[in-house]
């Protein structure tokens, strides 16, 4: 069965300091691959997502960028944090085609920049 | 581009009372339609999806959802509502790019008290 693993949990940055959130995906081959920022109140916001390795979309501008390093992995990162990046983040994959497949989500990663 | 709506960012009921979970959607083409769960500080959990078969949609842990078009709507019920489900719901729409990719309503907390 296909699984889906986001780390850390958790994570408190500073202002300024640089981010690393990754994400794998075990069981499925050429999966797209999302990441949602999810603030209080406003529902999910899709940041990127990604149709194959090294295929990244941005949906808004901002201050974070995604890469796909590999066919299951999927890692957000920033180089300089702001206040208004903090935020829960969330990884999901699909199957590569159609639209009627559902997204499958990971735990999440709480990031408070502080 | 395809949406949704949800009315209500706050549903109470009491445990055993029917649950009813609003959602309309705007969209130019037949859409495809998902509810998700989501427990405080975890993932999304996919509940059900309709995806132009029967209108009438059963999913996990006694929800369903009914389609109609005339109405644009796609509410979320539960004859029976258990302390276990209060949670955050999305509903969410494909936006039917030929790919997976949804937009999420903002959500709505179902409160249940004993």
């Known amino acids: 069965s296909q699984t889906i693993h986001q780390w850390p949990a958790t994570l408190v940055q500073p202002v300024g300091s640089p981010l690393s959130l990754e994400c794998t995906v075990e069981?499925?081959?050429?999966?797209?691959l999302y990441w949602y920022r999810q603030a209080a109140g406003r529902g999910l916001q899709l940041l990127f997502y990604?149709?194959?390795?090294?295929?990244i979309s941005s949906e808004v501008p901002q201050n974070l960028s995604a890469s796909r390093p590999q066919d299951r992995q999927f890692i957000l990162s920033s180089k300089k944090l702001l206040l208004s990046d903090s935020g829960f983040y969330l990884c999901?994959?699909?199957?590569?085609?159609?639209?009627?497949?559902?997204?499958?989500f990971g735990n999440g990663t709480r990031l408070t920049v502080t | 581009a395809q949406s949704v709506t949800q009315l209500g960012s706050h549903v109470s009921v009491s445990e055993g009372a029917l649950v009813l979970l609003r959602c309309n959607y705007s969209?130019?083409?037949?859409?495809?339609l998902f509810w998700y769960v989501q427990y405080p500080n975890q993932g999304l959990q996919l509940l059900l999806k309709?995806?132009?078969?029967?209108?009438l949609v059963k999913g996990i842990n006694g929800f369903e959802a009914e389609f109609k078009t005339r109405e644009t709507s796609f509410h979320l019920t539960k004859p029976s509502a258990h302390m276990s489900d209060a949670a955050e719901y999305f509903c969410?729409?494909?936006?039917?790019?030929?790919?997976?990719?949804?937009?999420f309503g903002t959500g709505t907390r179902l409160l249940v008290s004993p």
């Open positions: 999901a994959w699909s199957v590569p085609t159609g639209s009627n497949s559902p997204l499958h």
């Open positions: 069981g499925t081959s050429n999966p797209n």
């Open positions: 990604s149709v194959g390795i090294g295929q």
């Open positions: 969209s130019s083409v037949p859409p495809y």
């Open positions: 309709y995806t132009s078969a029967a209108t």
């Open positions: 969410a729409v494909s936006q039917n790019t030929g790919f997976q990719k949804l937009v």
